[in-house]
């Protein structure tokens, strides 16, 4: 029976302020948060291809309580099991640790045949602890990938296409493999009321570093400081003229003083 | 104890964000007290080593195997991870291009190295190595440091200069083995089919978007497109006929707003914003986008902003350096006749 795992986590919402209070930390007001955008798509894949090869789905977030919100919109959807690591003192935005604890929690479910990762993660911005965990493991990895032609898990084989910076490429693996996905690959579904009632009352058991029998990496990074971005000194200037072929001969010259064409 | 950096080559070229890369290795490297060394892997080795030299590597390791003449990850990751086990570089450094991304990423899991990715800004403080990085898309930024005794970095393409080639330069190169390439990779290609037309919007000085104002494109959809689908074939149309021909003028690439994206007027790989592609080029003309917090995340570290825009309260002007109010389909043509009588 085919096991899909997918991971997530709460993200503020896309359409969120976000900035350094006065304290250095970084902070999102009152606004609610959502699943990381790019784990929507990994989410609808993870329900698609676990109930395709008649098996189980299982969504993984690692850090705080925070990440029960996305873990709830996943079970909303419809993944069938969740579950959240959480470990005092280890800083999960060091990808080396997460992908430690990542690579844990995958070795104690022990019949995982495939790992579906949405993009990249918008807090952390980056995509380099999907790659890390395919490495701990020692599990192919398939990256960028936009279409499944075929996930086979009676033969343990999968069949994508990925989009590449020069073109597309066709690419096969033999299963347990890591894959990650990009916008575009299906139409993530919206949770339904009974989803989201069933969800609601989930009970997300959380695990420990111990409980997976591992002993964490240190971390090799350090976030030093958060910063707002600097502002943009802006003045904008409206072009005049008496019809659009006049403010484009303008626009032209101020775009040749400003050395940009 | 050298400063490595991979330049990365497509179909035996170089790209230039490599040698930005190699670049933003020598602050490193000066911080350090040390020198840069170029990877060469895979075909024309020769040549793209001698530019390596030009643009500041003082050693070139090149690494010429056949095996390596098209990139994969396992390949590459297998090799680099052990150069890095023999010969402990401070840093390893890469533009951060999407095959970079995996393969810095996987070679610092092996050697259970830090990585900061992505960085805009570098700079070294008491012999450790201190990135800056756009998080929560953009929206704030963060300094990473590295604590391991090998670093790696990936730089954001346009985020630090060209350096200037010197004429003449001998650097050292040494060629390895590849012994380490596994026998049998893990991931078999099957086939690969290039895309017509490159989109490179990470690479454009220069970028021309299209956001959901391209639907009120005034030339008409063939009667039996109605509804969505006239919008859609509108806005198609508009990209085509109106959008391209001004970048084609410009040599820019073409970009576009979620919105747009959304709607099906373009295909994914030109969005631009929060789930697309973060772009930073000398200009950026945004036509018929009304420039969303999340569209703003994508494109707010152009150099030059114009809006082009009906809405002359949309969002997108308080960004921008110049704009123009009027419809993109009126205003569009005439900046390309513009820039053809300017420019010839």
């Not at chain 1, 910063?227 to 626009?251: H, Q, S, Y």
Request: proline share 4%; net charge negative; with cysteine.
């Amino acid at each position: 029976m085919a096991h899909v795992l997918t991971f997530t986590r709460s993200t503020p919402d896309t359409a969120a302020k976000v900035w350094v209070d006065d304290q250095g930390a970084v902070t999102w007001g009152d606004v609610a948060t959502v699943v990381n955008p790019w784990d929507e798509y990994s989410l609808e894949e993870t329900i698609v291809q676990a109930s395709n090869g008649g098996g189980a789905s299982t969504v993984v977030a690692i850090g705080s309580a925070l990440h029960n919100d996305a873990l709830k919109h996943s079970l909303a959807m419809g993944i069938k099991n969740a579950l959240r690591l959480e470990e005092a003192g280890a800083d999960c935005n060091d990808s080396l640790v997460w992908s430690a604890l990542a690579a844990g929690a995958v070795r104690k479910l022990g019949d995982v045949d495939l790992i579906i990762f949405g993009k990249e993660s918008v807090d952390v911005g980056t995509d380099q602890h999907t790659y890390q965990l395919a490495r701990r493991l020692g599990w192919t990895m398939l990256s960028y990938v936009s279409r499944i032609i075929e996930a086979d898990f009676a033969e343990g084989k999968i069949q994508v296409e990925r989009m590449l910076e020069q073109g597309v490429q066709t690419v096969s693996a033999d299963l347990p493999a890591v894959i990650s996905v990009m916008k575009g690959i299906n139409e993530p579904r919206y949770p339904n009321f009974l989803g989201i009632r069933k969800a609601a009352k989930a009970q997300i058991p959380v695990w420990s570093a111990a409980d997976i029998g591992l002993d964490l990496p240190k971390a090799a990074t350090t976030a030093l400081r958060f910063m707002n971005p600097p502002a943009r000194a802006v003045n904008t200037e409206i072009i005049a003229g008496a019809d659009f072929k006049e403010k484009a001969v303008t626009l032209v010259e101020r775009l040749l003083e400003e050395k940009v064409l | 104890m050298s400063v490595f950096v991979w330049i990365e080559t497509v179909a035996g070229a170089a790209l230039s964000s490599s040698w930005e890369a190699l670049g933003a290795a020598q602050i490193i490297a000066d911080g350090l007290k040390s020198n840069t060394t170029a990877l060469v892997f895979g075909e024309n080795c020769d040549e793209i080593a001698a530019d390596a030299g030009r643009y500041g590597a003082r050693q070139v390791i090149v690494c010429p195997d056949e095996r390596l003449h098209d990139y994969r990850l396992e390949s590459y990751a297998a090799l680099l991870s052990q150069l890095v086990e023999e010969r402990a570089p401070k840093a390893v450094v890469a533009a951060a291009t999407s095959q970079a991304r995996e393969l810095m990423a996987s070679a610092a899991a092996d050697s259970e190295s830090g990585l900061i990715s992505d960085v805009i800004d570098l700079r070294v403080e008491d012999g450790s190595i201190v990135g800056t990085r756009p998080a929560y898309a953009g929206k704030v930024l963060m300094e990473m440091a590295a604590n391991t005794s090998t670093s790696f970095v990936t730089v954001r393409g346009r985020a630090f200069p060209l350096p200037t080639p010197a004429a003449d330069s001998k650097p050292e190169i040494e060629a390895v083995g590849a012994d380490a390439i596994p026998s049998e990779l893990g991931a078999r290609v099957d086939g690969f089919v290039m895309e017509t037309g490159p989109v490179n919007l990470a690479d454009a000085a220069i970028i021309v978007s299209g956001g959901r104002g391209m639907a009120n494109n005034p030339c008409a959809a063939p009667s039996d497109v109605r509804g969505d689908e006239a919008n859609i074939w509108k806005a198609k149309h508009g990209f085509a006929n109106t959008l391209r021909p001004l970048a084609d003028a410009l040599g820019a690439a073409i970009g576009a707003s979620r919105a747009a994206v959304d709607a099906g007027y373009i295909p994914y790989e030109h969005q631009v914003g929060q789930t697309g592609k973060v772009v930073n080029p000398d200009l950026y003309i945004a036509c018929g986008i009304s420039g969303a917090i999340q569209h703003q995340a994508g494109m707010r570290g152009s150099k030059i902003i114009v809006a082009i825009n009906k809405d002359a309260q949309a969002p997108i002007f308080k960004l921008s350096r110049y704009g123009i109010v009027g419809d993109l389909y009126e205003v569009v043509p005439a900046l390309r006749e513009a820039l053809e009588e300017k420019l010839g």
